[in-house]
């Protein structure tokens, strides 16, 4: 398995959640790295991106509430999710690649209100 995700589960609303995901070295070295979401009945979406270099990205559903994180050392991308809402509600998948090449399996993320 070359990317693993953890940390889904079951919140209530305004509540936190931790997603980490494990990559293999040699996939995650030299790549971006990302989570994307997919609700019910919904497109799969980006929600943060974090270059090699650190540089971030979020979609602006989730701007000031959730924070990616890299850990060179670990090679491990976080995704700290806080004030959670009912519409955070999805799976949750983590990426590495410029162009997503890789995907871990998906975990879910209910927040209930």
């Known amino acids: 398995v070359q990317l693993q995700a953890s940390g889904g589960g079951l919140v209530q609303t305004g509540g936190s959640l931790r997603l980490s995901c494990a990559a293999s070295?040699?996939?995650?070295?030299?790549?971006?790295m990302a989570w994307y979401r997919q609700a019910p009945a919904k497109e799969r979406e980006l929600v943060a991106s974090?270059?090699?270099?650190?540089?971030?990205n979020y979609a602006d559903s989730v701007k000031g509430r959730f924070t990616i994180s890299r850990d060179n050392s670990k090679s491990t991308v976080h995704l700290q999710m806080d004030s959670l809402k009912a519409e955070d509600t999805a799976v949750y998948y983590c990426?590495?690649?410029?162009?997503?090449?890789?995907w871990g399996q998906g975990t879910q993320v209910t927040v209930s209100s």
């Open positions: 070295r040699t996939i995650f070295s030299f790549n971006l």
């Open positions: 974090i270059t090699p270099g650190g540089a971030t």
């Open positions: 990426s590495a690649g410029f162009t997503a090449r890789y």
